[in-house]
């Protein structure tokens, strides 16, 4: 009997053990499955803040040890240093960790971080936060410029140096609470984010193309080496950063990028940089000394009171290369054949063909925009075909004839395919389908109704003349949709 | 801390790992140490704050008192003795609670009379700070008194029982008010619950994100409707003032269950279960029923402590409505220090007295007319009916001035504006129509739940343990993420109390 019970509880304690060991394994998948579903929910929800998380997103894609010059500051780096340039002009490789009006401490932390995964052969560090008089920036600047770094101790501190109370170090660490109500804005490049940008990760070094021109006056500036001391915070960060550089034995350089809204005071404070900087024995230059050297138009070299244009950009750009590749042990990575800096020749075709498409959308003569058309290279597809069957004018019909489709003709229903020097008739299918192309995820469909992009009708066929489509395969969008009679470009205002 | 906050949640994260890592002896010192940081805790500077001393003194009151009146035989010469000590009992802790939270209601009261008289007007410019769910630790103290008093069990010798039972962190700001051969039992036995046991830590926490989504994602939701139309009732007219009254009974329903359902979703996840303060109320069909679904705890306390001394229903008729109208009066001066609550309170109870007057005729018409009492169109009509009366009785509640709600109540029915259920007025009263499509699902989820907690008679965490565990996953999930995306949280929110935090 005994032995019975004995068997019993034994058998007890297994069932009741086995049964533990099922409701352990349950627990924790149900745990793995929050964890999976809450890191999609993430990826949807963050916002994409070019200046935010997204820069730092596309900083972590980076090939390790691929970054000689690392660019650190306020919006002026991402806005004034042409990345694409330094690379194709110069075979610099370069990265710019920016963020609206970016201070020190955030700099110092985003420096740090950064060395843990490149070892830059120097680091250019933008001056602007001298110029700023707060110690706790507001709330969309905290998140700029933390929220994009991964959850570590770099970035803990960083919060830390940039709120004063504990409630604002859990808000701005688990930054869901500050975007979960977005829920309203999603579109569907939250959802897949990879989708319709591709320079979204390695091809993206930081560097925005500002598109726009803005005219302002030359800034006047009469004190010259008087000092205004920057914010006590600023200099402190300001002296670690160089410190830190120094420790781990990378070239600083300190700069000012050129600047609209320059002044009496800003320039006291970059004194004050300038000599601290000289205490330490790094290089500060201050832009803003050298426009006419680096060839600024006030007229058009701006998109606003602080930052340099398209135009204004590359200039500067230009500029800031020469001085860097022949002040610094810089090595000229363009002849590399191992693939670690592709992506740098890819960011650049990008800036260069984001440039064309604005500027084939402000081309507003016949004979320009044909031009322009015929001057894109083969990354570009056009597709053309005559609106409403009219009549097309000879003068038209020779202009088009640029791209040998000079079989286009009065009452033509035909839709036709330019890519490069060829040019496809494109026939109909059963389905009343003429063409489609898969562009990275995105979707192009040429049917009767129209051109689609991802769905979308990009092109309008209400007016008379000849419609065409311009799409830039590589950055995978539609560049310009328009109608051309034999007069002027109709422009269809797409979202595209 | 509020249930609702980050604060919260990562404190009650290290009490239960804690909880369950060490050794299981201990665990009922540790939940007393959690319980009083709950409560006391304020900040670095002043880790105990000021209100926490009475609390201390609750406690200190009870036990002893507790104690003492066990030692007295219940029987013989010494019995008034007890009654002293149980006197003294109640009105030191009675005496805490009346002077934090009506003494300027009195001074308010009798200022008038004595202006009249000639006299000086008592000042009222002084700044009492209420400790934080005094009337709710003070009822259950005092229910520990009587309850020992009256012989229903023995008191607790070991202070530190009695100190965990009235401070109970889940309970203490806003309930359930848990009663001593309920609580203290399970607090004997904490070394006994069993570190792995998922369905009762799956029901624990789908009690407590069921608890969060009435709360952020309903009642935070709604109570903007609400704020809006209240504050600026002379601007809308019958519809939106009775949907805004409808929208402050989903609210104040949601606020008040979420509360509760935490608390018994974090109670039941350390293996103690406290009473289900909610069932259903506005599916009661009767006022009568309203009240044994609604603050269940606080009802029952009424009952035992106030209407069955009183008389309770053995006694004469007229008596026996006394006695009813007496318990809501005091149900009401318990919500709030203020004419309104006594007014609300009042409304309840006198509509109880007419239902049980009334009830021997309206059976008779129900006879005659031969109304089919179990059809769904019956049992539909009167608990429209109650859920009207509520309704407007929360009104009372919510509006302190005694006149504007009752001008906010004639313009329910005196201001007709029914186009607005047209013209998409609806989506102006404070959420757009996104939130509101949001809001409406909700509460949607809400009424579905209700249905099946009434249905079942079970807490929604006994239902959902019931079912196969995908269907538990699947809602857990989906709850979680409609709290996360959904729920009114965040840096640009003021986050908003629980209103029974207030009483």
Redesign the interface.
């Known amino acids: 009997m005994k032995l019975l019970a004995k068997k019993k509880e034994l058998q007890n304690g297994i069932l009741s053990g086995l049964k533990s060991v099922k409701d352990l394994v349950r627990a924790v998948s149900f745990l793995l499955l929050v964890a999976f579903l809450l890191n999609i929910w993430v990826i949807w929800f963050i916002p994409k803040h070019h200046d935010g998380n997204r820069m730092m997103e596309t900083f972590y894609a980076q090939p390790q040890n691929s970054i000689d010059v690392l660019v650190v500051g306020s919006s002026h780096t991402f806005i004034d240093v042409n990345t694409g340039m330094l690379w194709e002009d110069f075979g610099i490789p370069s990265f710019v960790i920016g963020g609206s009006l970016q201070p020190f401490w955030n700099s110092y932390y985003f420096i740090r971080e950064a060395l843990n995964y490149q070892h830059p052969r120097m680091i250019v560090l933008e001056a602007f936060a001298c110029d700023v008089d707060f110690d706790y920036g507001d709330h969309g600047m905290i998140i700029n410029n933390v929220s994009g770094m991964r959850m570590n101790r770099n970035k803990l501190e960083a919060i830390r140096a940039s709120v004063t109370d504990v409630d604002g170090i859990i808000d701005f660490s688990l930054l869901f609470r500050e975007y979960h109500n977005r829920y309203s804005e999603l579109t569907i490049n939250d959802v897949a984010p990879e989708l319709g940008d591709p320079v979204r990760f390695e091809n993206n070094k930081g560097f925005y193309d500002y598109l726009g021109t803005y005219p302002i006056t030359r800034p006047v500036c009469d004190m010259d080496d008087e000092i205004v001391p920057m914010p006590n915070k600023e200099e402190y960060y300001y002296k670690l950063i160089i410190e830190y550089c120094q420790e781990q034995g990378i070239p600083l350089m300190i700069m000012v990028s050129p600047d609209g809204a320059y002044n009496d005071l800003s320039r006291g404070h970059y004194n004050h940089a300038r000599e601290i900087a000289e205490e330490y024995g790094v290089e500060f230059v201050d832009y803003n000394e050298y426009y006419d050297e680096i060839g600024i138009n006030f007229e058009t070299d701006f998109g606003d009171i602080g930052h340099l244009n398209y135009l204004g950009n590359r200039k500067f750009t230009n500029f800031l290369g020469e001085h860097l590749t022949d002040e610094y042990d810089l090595i000229d990575r363009r002849g590399d054949t191992t693939g670690l800096y592709d992506s740098w020749h890819e960011n650049y075709v990008y800036i260069e063909e984001r440039l064309d498409n604005y500027l084939l959308t402000q081309t507003e003569e016949v004979a320009d925009y044909l031009n322009m058309l015929n001057s894109l290279n083969d990354n570009y597809e056009i597709i053309l075909y005559v609106s409403e069957n009219r009549y097309i004018i000879d003068d038209l019909r020779r202009y088009l004839g640029l791209h040998s489709i000079s079989a286009i003709r009065p009452f033509d229903s035909n839709r036709y395919l330019i890519c490069g020097n060829v040019t496809n008739i494109l026939t109909q299918d059963d389905n009343g389908l003429y063409y489609e192309e898969f562009l990275g995820d995105h979707h192009l469909s040429v049917t009767n109704e129209g051109v689609f992009f991802d769905g979308t009708k990009v092109d309008e066929s209400y007016y008379t003349g000849v419609c065409i489509v311009t799409v830039d395969r590589h950055n995978q969008t539609v560049a310009d949709t328009v109608v051309i009679d034999e007069s002027m470009v109709y422009r269809y205002e797409s979202e595209h | 801390m509020l249930f609702n906050s980050?604060?919260f949640a990562l404190f009650f994260a290290v009490v239960l790992i804690v909880f369950y890592v060490l050794p299981p002896r201990v665990r009922v010192w540790w939940i007393l140490l959690a319980s009083l940081f709950f409560y006391c805790y304020k900040s670095p500077d002043e880790p105990v704050g000021e209100q926490s001393y009475y609390l201390f003194a609750a406690i200190l009151v009870t036990w002893i008192t507790a104690v003492v009146i066990d030692l007295i035989p219940a029987q013989g010469k010494l019995k008034i003795l007890r009654g002293i000590l149980l006197a003294e009992g109640l009105i030191a802790d009675f005496g805490m609670l009346i002077y934090f939270k009506y003494t300027k209601f009195f001074i308010e009261l009798i200022n008038p009379r004595i202006v009249d008289n000639g006299g000086q007007a008592i000042s009222t410019d002084f700044n009492l700070l209420m400790p934080l769910g005094i009337s709710f630790f003070i009822f259950t103290s005092t229910g520990y008194l009587i309850d020992v008093y009256r012989c229903k069990y023995h008191a607790e010798k070991n202070p530190l029982y009695v100190a965990l039972f009235t401070s109970f962190f889940p309970c203490i700001m806003s309930g359930p008010i848990e009663r001593g051969d309920h609580l203290i039992p399970q607090l004997k036995k904490l070394h006994k619950v069993k570190v792995?046991?998922?369905n009762r830590?799956?029901s624990g926490l789908f009690l407590i994100i069921w608890g969060l989504f009435a709360k952020m994602v309903i009642a935070d939701r709604i109570a903007m409707i609400v704020d809006n139309v209240y504050g600026h009732y002379y601007n809308y007219g019958s519809v939106e003032l009775i949907f805004a009254s409808i929208c402050y009974s989903i609210q104040i329903y949601c606020d008040f269950m979420s509360y509760s359902t935490i608390a018994l979703g974090c109670a039941k996840m350390m293996g103690i279960e406290v009473f289900d303060n909610f069932n259903a109320p506005y599916l009661s069909l009767s006022v009568k029923e309203f009240w044994r679904r609604w603050h269940i705890s606080l009802s029952s306390w009424l009952r035992d402590y106030v209407y069955f001394p009183l008389g309770g229903s053995r006694c004469s008729k007229i008596r026996k409505h006394l006695n009813v109208l007496i318990t809501f009066l005091v149900s009401g001066f318990w919500h709030g220090a203020g004419i309104n609550f006594i007014i609300w309170g009042g409304m309840h109870g006198v509509v109880q007295m007419i239902d049980d007057v009334t009830s021997p005729l309206r059976k008779k018409i129900n006879d005659i007319t031969h109304a089919k009492t179990d059809s769904f169109g019956y049992k539909f009509g009167k608990g429209l009916l109650t859920f009207a009366f509520v309704d407007i009785a929360w009104v009372y509640f919510r509006i302190t001035d005694f006149h504007l709600a009752n001008e906010i109540v004639r313009r329910m029915f005196m201001r007709p504006d029914l186009w607005v259920l047209f013209n998409d007025g609806i989506y102006e009263l404070g959420l757009d129509r996104?939130e509101f499509n949001i809001l409406f699902i909700a509460v949607l989820v809400l009424i579905v739940m209700d249905i099946a907690k009434k249905d079942k008679d079970k807490s929604v965490g006994d239902i959902m343990i019931a079912q196969p565990?995908w269907f538990r996953?699947a809602v857990i999930?989906s709850l979680?993420?409609a709290v996360?995306?959904?729920?009114i949280?965040?840096?640009?929110f003021d986050p908003a109390g629980f209103i029974y935090l207030n009483f």
Request: hydrophobic share 55%.
């Open positions: 980050i604060q792995i046991d998922v830590m799956s996104k565990w996953w999930i979680f993420f996360l995306t959904f729920g949280y965040g840096p640009a």
